[in-house]
């Protein structure tokens, strides 16, 4: 999620920013900003091999040097922290596991979206047909070349690459998940919810055993709901850009709508779609690969030699504050999956701005230890 707040600044952040958004001002409700850029990270030294965690008790049970750099990498963060980052067993190597309140459900912001890019394209993989005269990936390109309605139905703040109230017409379904992902647009977020159902994306949540996670039935209901609006699920457009100050703002995490997950439920979830789980055929995971690999908090969050998936978000609302990314990166010749969350309020550390660069400094550090440590 990233947005919000009608209002007098419409800010676009500029390169170094990770990832690059918009954010929308509203008086009454609070803010929603992006997250930022990193200084230097100094390159950790490499180590010759795999850490291996006791065998008997387990690597959640007997952290070994890595996963205690990584965690107190992320530990120095302030507010609620919640992180995982495992790389299962393969060609002999064991599990290894770094891990930080991995249970604790906490808000996530855009990183919701990867639940539903992973529901669309199941959904249209559907009606594709092995036997037919037409090759799968002909196919599935077909299918995601079909027109959605981009109209005041589906606007909503923070949307980068639709800019509502000027573009209007019709864009094809694959234009607007590169959207949603690429730079967390809302109003692409909110067609492409519109197109799949958001009953279906979150009972594909609950189905998959995903027992803490919950998405929103649009970005446009839960603006609203935050804004403090009586009849938030009607909320329009024109609500979004108001400004009344008589309004009360809701908390991000409640248990109307909202978007939550944990570190556990984020790693159980890309470890099984990466590998394509959740999908019939590899034409579809091919795309969902290619999708997630557009996302812009990558390119300032992951070192050079990884090949890395994913999907970020950040908010600002009403005093409280999110900046989240979770997918999966290839280092050589090894997969490892990871949910950095990281929750705050005004009282544990101030405005997005004064924890943008600390977060993603950490976060740098992780990847460059997990690419040097776990890398072939």
Known sequence: MDAYRPERADMRFVDRRLPRRQALRQGAGGVVAALGAAGFVPRVRAQETT?????????????????????????????QKALKIWAPADAGRPEWLAALNPGGQVFIASAFKGFVLAECLRLEEESLDPRGDAPLAAQLNARLAQQLELNEAVFSPSAPVFNPPNLTGQVTLRTAL????????????????????????????????????????????????????????AT?????QANDPGLTPRPILNDAITM?????????????????????????????????????????????????????????????????????????????????????????????????????????????????????
């Not at 890595?66 to 530990?75: G, K, P, Y």
């Not at 909110?190 to 949540?205: A, I, K, S, Y």
């Not at 070192?303 to 994913?310: H, Y």
């Open 51 to 79: 850490p291996v965690a006791n065998q008997n008790e387990g690597p959640s049970h007997a952290p070994d040097g890595l996963s205690q750099e990584v965690v107190e990498a992320f530990r120095v963060l302030p507010g």
């Open 236 to 240: 329009t457009w024109a609500d979004t």
């Open 178 to 233: 590169e959207a949603m992902v690429s730079h967390s647009d809302n109003t692409a977020t909110d067609m492409v919810l519109r197109h799949v159902g958001p009953e279906r994306v979150q009972t594909f949540v609950e189905a998959i055993g995903l027992r803490q996670t919950r998405i929103p039935a649009s970005t446009r209901q839960f603006i609203g709901y935050i804004f403090g609006l009586p009849n938030w699920r």
């Open 260 to 376: 939550a997950s944990t570190p556990d439920d984020l790693v159980a979830f890309y470890a099984r779609a990466m590998q394509g789980e959740f999908f019939r055929y590899g034409e579809t995971l091919a795309v969902f690969r290619a999708i997630l690999s557009l996302a812009d908090a990558i390119a300032f969050s992951m070192p050079l030699g990884v090949s890395a998936f994913g999907k970020g978000g950040s908010v600002e609302s009403g005093g409280s504050h999110a900046l989240t990314f979770a997918g999966g990166v290839y280092v050589p010749d090894r997969w490892v999956y990871f949910a950095l969350l990281l929750n705050w309020t005004d009282a544990e550390a101030g405005p997005g701005a004064e924890v943008q660069a600390p977060y993603v400094a950490a976060a740098r550090t992780i990847f460059a230890l997990v690419r040097d440590r776990l890398g072939a």
